[in-house]
């Protein structure tokens, strides 16, 4: 099978399981739906392992044998069939960990969670897959809608509704900007393929038109990747989505706006007639960093488990938007292998975080001093899982911050400290609350005066008999996904293949010859090097130091309060504030971070 043929059953795979899910559910009893999603799952994972392994420098596809100039193209390179395979990965892990995991009846709902989770499989698959600026919109309200549903999944529950829908408004407000973005390009190009919108944009002079496109387009991809001030609606929606649903979201959906960015820049805006590699450079640099600083302080400030792993996420997305934003192929390698550790840590860590909701109906750190001490391979696992989010050697998160790293320190020499930091403190973050759920280290934590938002009482169990012995998948899986984030620092293969996609991501002349003339065209480009350096080492072990040192602090003694006039006190209950969870006031941030983006990039072009 050629990977002419494999590109569009990536996308088709996910999409009949759905649809087979959807037609035969109500007949099939739980079991069935679960070996129909499971043994969906794993032929796509076949199907993205072969492309990935088979595609070389690229491969492309013409759908219904339509050349690039009018038709819709599938183009796997080594970065974007990496991203659809790690998408195959967790979608697999989720669909085991979820066997028994609600307690539905037989034939009545039994297929709708994992035709839903095939759906978003198909929707971020094709995303990533996708060379059609267009059809990488389809794509991504695919994925969209599917992540709605999810997030509402337990409609009785009026929560997760609401979450649902500040979700969809918010996300649909920034599709239409995208749409209108898309529109703009198209009046100006007369071409939606990336390859030749990159060609045609280069015969027109850079000007205000081509800055707003730009950023239209970028918002909604700024708007999944959770960037600051687009990031409101993340933690509101993981709070109340389903455990499963979580695993996804944070693991790859996120990751998969910071990838369409840096793919719609190279192959579209980096030529003449685009965006200045300086503009793009500063703006979505200090984007990142000011992402990651905020994330960190926010994950610090939570009680509530998954809203504390949804700010890590921000965080982790800030740090992922400078790697990209270094426009060099050692930044796009370091940022890819981090990427794809984080995916696989963060999605363990809410496995384990299920555990918690599943045997107490609480994911709130006060409330569980203590009482997860009868879960002690549980809770080994979660501070496993923390000292890996503080990028502790060998994991692969430790690898790919090291490589991130060193690229940002030759551009800026204080950026690696920014890195330690905001690893430090988010994986600080989930240490503290690891030692105190199921170590009962230190004493309870007081409670401060405003902190109501942050809490995890009064959760629903997502599972309705938590008497019930704990299903092994709930446990195994963590644990796999674990062992293969540590695989991915240990093992050259992955991280090499990385490197040399990077190369060739990053060097959009060549892959536009490859997708509009000759579709076997050779990627040559450098190859970055992926080999754990002395530096890196050191950084990763300072990070985790400072990570152990933050959480042992914080459980051991109370932490002092500074007076409430302290200019420290009142920027962190400002920025708590700021986090209202009102609909109006995301919406007003997202056209302010629109319009700040771009004056940013307009007075540096």
Known sequence: ???????????????????????????????GCDIVATATACAELLCLALLWTRSGPLATADLGAWPARVGIVLAADPIGAGLALLVAVLVLAVIVYSWRYFDEPEGEHAGVFPALILLFEAGMA???????????????????????????YHIEDPRPLQGALTFAIVTSFSAYCSLLGIGLLYARTGELNLARLGQQLAGHPTDLMTVVAFVLICTALLVKAAAVPFHFWLPDAHAVAPTPACMLMSGVMVELGVYGIARVYWTVFSGPGGIPHGAFRTTFAVLGVLTALVGAVMCWQQRHLKRLLAFSTVSHVGLFLVGVALLTPDGVAGTALYVAAHALVKAALFGLTGVLLDRYGCVDERSLHGKGRALRPVGVLFVVGALALAGLPPFGTGLGKALAEDAAGRWQPWLPVMFVVASAVTGAAALRAGLRIFWGIGPVPDSRPGEGETTGEGEEPEIRSPQRTLPPAMTTVPAALLTLAAAAGCLPAAADALARGAGAFTDPARYALAVTTDHRAPLAARVPATDWTSTGVLLGLLSTALAVALALTAVHRRTPRLPQRHPATRAVRALRRLHSGRLGDYLAWLALGIAVLCAAIAAQS
């Open 1 to 31: 099978m050629t990977t002419a043929d494999l590109l569009p059953l990536a996308v088709a795979i996910p999409l009949l399981g759905a649809a087979l899910l959807a037609v035969v559910g109500r007949a099939l009893p739980r079991i």
């Open 126 to 152: 094709g995303f990533a897959l996708t060379g059609d600026l267009f059809n990488a919109f389809v794509f991504f309200e695919l994925m969209g809608a599917a992540a709605y549903a999810l997030t509402g």
